[in-house]
């Protein structure tokens, strides 16, 4: 049976990895390339590394991350933030990373997700999605609406339909960050997750919101996630890996098992 | 070099995931496309990621289907991964591709529309042949998939394990000196290194430990 994945989100400044709140007041809290080993060797399924250096001139520092994590780690891994070609998706698959997640450049070009996938292979391409709870309007039917530049700037485009979408254009699966849950450990928004894991048939990935294992196993189960991203719950040593894995497998939730 | 891998180069997105997780093993490996590089090594690694069709022209505009099947003809031992486990059979429904028939059999797309498509993520193998690349292998070991069609081998014989996934299908497939894994050996973690490490001193013969 298909386990469902537990996946790390290392945030990288400047080769540093950070952790902010709701996208703001960033932290650093450590090298990536050792948290990295470390989580490998916990039984992480995957990881990300979401680049969020503010000058595109230290984005070389990222790359150097990747190749030293690649050497490391015989895991899948992706690399986002800051990729805006296919050039840039290049970039980071050669250093070793198995998949490219974009997020504002695939609203701004949405033909960069068709041309990746073609290029690389629609496993490559995930679509990351920052969406927030808005009223429903016959613009956004969804009553979520999609953010770009980190979570700054509103686009007045239904999550939904861009989910959908992204999946007609080839992306192999869909990261749903939740900007309302990012941050505050209070849980996962089950419902935007259900509506938009019913919705396309790609695998997709919650994201935001989770504090304790509690969480994860109400986004598998109630939301029908097929993978979790996690980042704070583990960065601060509140939990190991393994300890959130034995608590999935206990509540019935299939998990790979470290051996 | 003795015990020399060369991993066939015809631009696949895996191969150096591959010769990264060989180098970590301490093994010596090669990527190349050249014909005596190939058959002068000790084993090859046939990796792939991506569309069968595609793969299929490239490696005929380079020649290199005439040197697989050399190399497969020589007996040196072969580890087809991911795309490489399925362009080995006959026929693909990918693109309608027709492929290098290493072992009988055809490749389908998994049907099951209540699935995810592709099967992505970490899977169990249920052994139904002892195999030298199998050895050790813990039974709850899981392997990392990503792959939306599937090889299915005409002949049971050559079902050396299988995977669930809304069906039954064979996730590693072997016959003589020609063995092949659905799932990524070099992205699935110690269990998978293991894999490699007994493809890295399997001599290609003998289907039992």
Same mark, same amino acid.
Request: charge should be negative; glycine fraction near 12%; hydrophobic fraction near 40%.
């Given at each position: 049976?298909?386990?469902?994945?537990?996946?790390?989100?290392?945030?990288?400044?400047?080769?540093?990895?950070?952790?902010?709140?709701?996208?703001?007041?960033?932290?650093?809290?450590?090298?990536?390339?050792?948290?990295?080993?470390?989580?490998?060797?916990?039984?992480v399924d995957e990881l990300v590394f979401y680049d969020i250096t503010a000058s595109s001139d230290d984005r070389g520092i990222l790359i150097d991350v990747v190749n030293r994590v690649a050497q490391n780690i015989f895991i899948p891994f992706s690399v986002g933030g800051g990729v805006r070609d296919v050039n840039?998706?290049?970039?980071?698959?050669?250093?070793?990373?198995?998949?490219?997640?974009?997020?504002?450049?695939?609203?701004?070009?949405?033909?960069?997700?068709?041309?990746?996938?073609?290029?690389?292979?629609?496993?490559?391409?995930?679509?990351?999605?920052?969406?927030?709870?808005?009223?429903?309007?016959?613009?956004?039917?969804?009553?979520?609406?999609?953010?770009?530049?980190?979570?700054?700037?509103?686009?007045?485009?239904?999550?939904?339909?861009?989910?959908?979408?992204?999946?007609?254009?080839?992306?192999?699966?869909?990261?749903?960050?939740?900007?309302?849950?990012?941050?505050?450990?209070?849980?996962?928004?089950?419902?935007?997750?259900?509506?938009?894991?019913?919705?396309?048939?790609?695998?997709?990935?919650?994201?935001?919101?989770?504090?304790?294992?509690?969480?994860?196993?109400?986004?598998?189960?109630?939301?029908?996630?097929?993978?979790?991203?996690?980042?704070?719950?583990?960065?601060?040593?509140?939990?190991?890996?393994?300890?959130?894995?034995?608590?999935?497998?206990?509540?019935?939730?299939?998990?790979?098992?470290?051996? | 070099?003795?015990?020399?891998?060369?991993?066939? =180069?015809?631009?696949?997105?895996?191969?150096?995931?591959?010769?990264?997780?060989?180098?970590?093993?301490?093994?010596?490996?090669?990527?190349?496309?050249?014909?005596?590089?190939?058959?002068?090594?000790?084993?090859?690694?046939?990796? %792939?990621?991506?569309?069968?069709?595609?793969?299929?022209?490239?490696?005929?505009?380079?020649?290199?289907?005439?040197?697989?099947?050399?190399?497969?003809?020589?007996?040196?031992?072969?580890?087809?991964?991911?795309?490489g486990a399925q362009i080995i059979l006959g026929k693909s429904d990918e693109n309608d591709t027709t492929c290098l028939n290493l072992i009988p059999g055809k490749v389908k797309l998994f049907s099951d529309t209540t699935l995810k498509i592709p099967h992505m993520g970490w899977n169990t193998i249920v052994k139904?042949?002892?195999?030298?690349?199998?050895? %050790?292998?813990?039974?709850?070991?899981?392997?990392?998939?990503?792959?939306?069609?599937?090889?299915?081998?005409?002949?049971?014989?050559?079902?050396?394990?299988?995977?669930?996934?809304?069906?039954?299908?064979?996730?590693?497939?072997?016959? =003589?000196?020609?063995?092949?894994?659905?799932?990524?050996?070099?992205?699935?973690?110690?269990?998978?290194?293991?894999?490699?490490?007994?493809?890295?001193?399997?001599?290609?013969?003998?289907?039992?430990?």
């Amino acid at each position: 049976m298909l386990s469902k994945r537990i996946i790390i989100c290392l945030d990288v400044r400047d080769g540093k990895t950070t952790k902010g709140i709701k996208f703001k007041g960033n932290v650093d809290i450590g090298d990536p390339v050792e948290m990295a080993r470390q989580y490998y060797e916990q039984g992480v399924d995957e990881l990300v590394f979401y680049d969020i250096t503010a000058s595109s001139d230290d984005r070389g520092i990222l790359i150097d991350v990747v190749n030293r994590v690649a050497q490391n780690i015989f895991i899948p891994f992706s690399v986002g933030g800051g990729v805006r070609d296919v050039n840039d998706m290049y970039r980071v698959l050669d250093a070793g990373a198995e998949k490219i997640s974009v997020n504002t450049a695939a609203v701004l070009n949405p033909g960069l997700i068709s041309e990746g996938a073609k290029i690389f292979g629609n496993q490559c391409i995930v679509l990351g999605m920052d969406a927030k709870h808005v009223e429903k309007t016959e613009k956004i039917p969804s009553g979520y609406e999609i953010w770009i530049h980190g979570g700054r700037t509103p686009m007045g485009i239904d999550a939904l339909w861009w989910a959908q979408e992204a999946e007609k254009l080839g992306a192999g699966e869909i990261c749903l960050n939740s900007i309302d849950a990012d941050g505050t450990n209070e849980g996962y928004e089950l419902a935007l997750t259900s509506l938009i894991s019913d919705a396309v048939s790609i695998p997709v990935i919650a994201s935001g919101g989770a504090g304790v294992p509690e969480h994860l196993r109400d986004v598998f189960i109630e939301a029908g996630a097929d993978a979790a991203l996690i980042a704070s719950m583990v960065h601060y040593g509140h939990y190991t890996v393994g300890q959130i894995k034995s608590y999935l497998s206990r509540e019935g939730v299939p998990v790979r098992e470290l051996i | 070099m003795k015990g020399m891998i060369s991993i066939i =180069d015809y631009g696949a997105g895996n191969l150096r995931s591959v010769e990264r997780a060989l180098l970590h093993l301490e093994i010596p490996c090669r990527i190349t496309d050249k014909p005596l590089e190939i058959l002068s090594s000790d084993r090859v690694i046939f990796p %792939g990621v991506g569309a069968a069709g595609q793969a299929m022209e490239v490696i005929q505009s380079r020649g290199l289907d005439e040197v697989i099947h050399e190399v497969v003809d020589n007996g040196i031992p072969f580890l087809g991964i991911c795309l490489g486990a399925q362009i080995i059979l006959g026929k693909s429904d990918e693109n309608d591709t027709t492929c290098l028939n290493l072992i009988p059999g055809k490749v389908k797309l998994f049907s099951d529309t209540t699935l995810k498509i592709p099967h992505m993520g970490w899977n169990t193998i249920v052994k139904k042949q002892d195999h030298p690349l199998l050895h %050790g292998i813990d039974p709850k070991a899981q392997f990392y998939f990503v792959h939306s069609y599937y090889p299915d081998p005409g002949i049971d014989d050559h079902i050396l394990g299988t995977t669930e996934y809304g069906i039954t299908f064979a996730s590693i497939i072997g016959k =003589d000196n020609v063995v092949a894994t659905q799932f990524h050996p070099e992205k699935s973690g110690g269990c998978g290194l293991s894999i490699l490490k007994n493809f890295s001193t399997w001599d290609g013969t003998g289907q039992k430990c």
